[in-house]
């Protein structure tokens, strides 16, 4: 019995692309429930999302080649969704309910095609760009993070011999083993991967959610990322994102319907999805303007998402604006999701034990902590803080201001007039790790 | 491209047996030594080997099935050296010698078999025992114990799914990472693996020699495996084993042959190797007792290997020794090979530094250390301390006394008679971990 197999191995070395993309399902289960609702209502806003690398020290051009880069993009625009995954989006049940997605909304995906690009390296950095109608564009940017934070991976990677890999890998996978051990201690929590934008590599990604899967059982709730959900039997999770509030605004006409904008999303919302999926992510404008000037109906909703915050004192908020409100907090769930690592969650954990409900999204410090595991030092396998944002609705600038000016993004006098009309109160600069 | 090689599956589950021992070079260097030796000058010398399990909470007979046991065993038996191996011992270059194995002997050697053994099952245990002439049977130490600490690795194993079986070994191989990491910054220090006997597995040995040769480079000296150093290019390395001094002895009609038999063995040993392999093992019956009575050319001898006397005190006895008769230390070798891990070998270097020439011989913990390496707790991938020892010459009880009475071996009776001709000085107790 051989132990080289001739033809797999002459494959492998005629490859000419490694996809990193293989599947239209390779994204966040928040973009579809979010792509319904704007094909649904908003077909015809355009909404231009752009690559926003906050981590400057990292010069992306000179990690990625741009012909890789393109060569990625492009076999990526190739991707169709195929007939199982149709009939998987089609059959399932989402959160409890089945037949999440319409009929002529699956049909209508059953095309999609990710639009084009415009990619443009400027001194060390890339500009890259997604013109055109927001409902095609808003799919591109979980498949753009993801092709370029593994692109700067395999670059990083490719200094290593084969032997150092296998260090690299047997290193981060005891690491990965040793936070689900952590984990696993606190009885009751709920953990779900959210790491599929900032991940390492798909295939890290995957092992990582096996990880879970067998470390953590019944603690793991499932994954955002739609296509490992389905191949592996997990709940697809998420709900919404900032692109829905920070383009409902960029399109308002007035001071007064820009400060309603905020919860007109939320109606929306309503009118597509219930029970779990009431999700409110009030961090878009500051989380305390925000609650500031909520209708009551708010706290019907099922939780919170705290996206920007510090989790306890952001928790700690939302909780006491619902018993502001005569809502008992114990019945509602908060989900933590902004640049967490086992330390904030146990932490996070321990502190509403017993006070709330609570989920965990964890992202990059699940698919992209390599921190210690290389064998000769290098920082290239840093994870960074690097985002894909609409910048432009309908040729009007497209602001978020955030709990942490630092995560602001947007033109500055667009910013300056954002704050003018929500306030400033509650947003504290905190350094942005990833 | 189909991801499974059909083929290769069909293979591997119709499996009747995976070998332990595919090559009769997958022994240590030292028995090939003294093989030419004891073929040259006592080919009508019987010698029995028995195992012996000090480590008795390891009850064998239920952790290894006997079919198994007995397949490996009468597997090994089939193994003949093949034409290449044939042609590597002839051809390469051991301890800067060339042709250090007489042609006579190699062509002895080729039609090699592994002889006869004698398997029962006594309570929890197993008495294994290989009668013969000694020039059979001392081959059989190295494969008997292998074979035993890989099938008892193998039977832990079995509990452990594929997912647990890569956290088991990601994190083995990130242990032994940090020792090669911390090894390395040890200016010139000389290390080399002797851990075949003990080893996990057969698999497993080879990644940690190949960890070695690329974790600490130049300070990796070679490996006491025959087949690992051919296959990678290595040095063979070791010299000489307690069977000699042990059979020796046995064989001696007299309390006054007996006392100067462990320098009798020196001088047979010196009319075969010269150089680096003129290395003493002194405590076959109390290191104290070999120097006191040692004549003077001993002291020209290259080095010595303290194998069950604490590294430290063992290696100031010798260093004071050599000084007495007026020879420098820094012209002197030292390998120390008794249980050594990561913290004693640190020791002992930076005792020793710049006083004496050493070498570490690394053994059981190099090659099975598994501590707190599998996901769900299990005591059957401790290392036990198992050997395979010669206790009867020509038919008379063979003793061993070593520095550490734990590790004494033999006929009560005798070992007294040997202690009384012999002394106790300087032997110390030690708990024997491996």
């Known amino acids: 019995m051989p132990t080289t197999d001739i033809a797999r191995r002459v494959y492998d070395h005629t490859w000419k692309l490694d996809p990193i993309v293989r599947s239209l399902l390779d994204t966040d289960f928040y973009k579809l429930l979010?792509?319904?609702?704007?094909?649904?209502?908003?077909?015809?806003?355009?909404?231009t999302f752009s690559l926003i690398n906050r981590t400057r020290k990292a010069k992306l051009a000179k990690e990625i080649d741009e012909l890789e880069l393109r060569e990625q993009l492009d076999h990526a625009r190739t991707v169709r969704i195929t007939k199982k995954e149709m009939i998987w989006l089609a059959g399932n049940t989402f959160y409890g309910r089945k037949q999440i997605?319409?009929?002529?909304?699956?049909?209508?995906l059953e095309d999609f095609q990710l639009p084009e690009y415009r990619l443009e390296r400027v001194g060390d950095q890339y500009e890259l760009e997604f013109p055109g109608p927001w409902m095609h564009t808003s799919m591109w940017e979980i498949p753009a993070l993801a092709i370029i934070n593994e692109l700067r991976?395999?670059?990083?990677?490719?200094?290593?011999?084969?032997?150092?890999?296998?260090?690299?890998?047997?290193?981060?996978?005891a690491k990965m083993w040793e936070k689900t051990e952590r984990l696993k201690k606190l009885p009751g929590i709920k953990i779900s991967d959210f790491g599929t934008r900032r991940r390492h590599s798909f295939l890290w990604?995957?092992?990582?959610?096996?990880?879970?899967?067998?470390?953590?059982?019944?603690?793991?709730?499932?994954?955002?990322?739609?296509?490992?959900?389905?191949?592996?039997?997990?709940?697809?999770?998420?709900?919404?994102?900032?692109?829905?509030?920070?383009?409902?605004?960029?399109?308002?006409d007035s001071d007064e319907d820009l400060k309603k904008s905020p919860y007109r999303v939320l109606q929306d919302w309503q009118r597509y999805y219930g029970g779990n999926l009431l999700i409110v992510l009030p961090d878009a404008f500051g989380t305390d303007a925000f609650l500031r000037d909520a209708p009551d109906w708010v706290a019907d909703w099922t939780g919170f998402r705290p996206d920007s915050a510090p989790p306890i004192e952001g928790g700690e908020r939302i909780i006491r604006w619902w018993k502001e409100r005569g809502v008992d907090p114990k019945n509602k769930l908060l989900i933590f999701s902004d640049g967490l690592d086992v330390d904030t969650i146990i932490k996070t954990y321990e502190h509403f034990e017993g006070k709330v409900r609570m989920g965990f999204g964890w992202g990059t410090n699940l698919t992209n902590d390599f921190e210690d595991c290389a064998p000769r030092p290098t920082n290239q396998l840093d994870a960074i803080s690097l985002v894909c944002k609409v910048t432009e609705a309908n040729g009007r600038p497209v602001v978020k201001l955030s709990d942490n000016p630092e995560k602001a993004t947007g033109d500055p006098e667009e910013i300056k007039r954002y704050i003018r009309l929500f306030g400033e109160s509650g947003r504290v600069r905190q350094k942005v790790w990833v």
């Open 205 to 252: 990604q995957r092992w990582c959610v096996e990880a879970l899967k067998e470390g953590i059982g019944e603690a793991f709730t499932g994954t955002s990322n739609v296509l490992l959900a389905m191949d592996n039997d997990l709940e697809a999770l998420g709900t919404n994102a900032h692109e829905l509030p920070m383009v409902f605004a960029a399109l308002t």
């Open 34 to 47: 979010m792509l319904q609702m704007i094909w649904g209502m908003y077909p015809k806003v355009d909404a």
């Open 101 to 108: 997605f319409e009929p002529e909304f699956l049909s209508w």
């Open 153 to 173: 991976s395999r670059s990083a990677m490719k200094q290593f011999g084969p032997f150092e890999l296998d260090v690299l890998y047997a290193r981060a996978k």
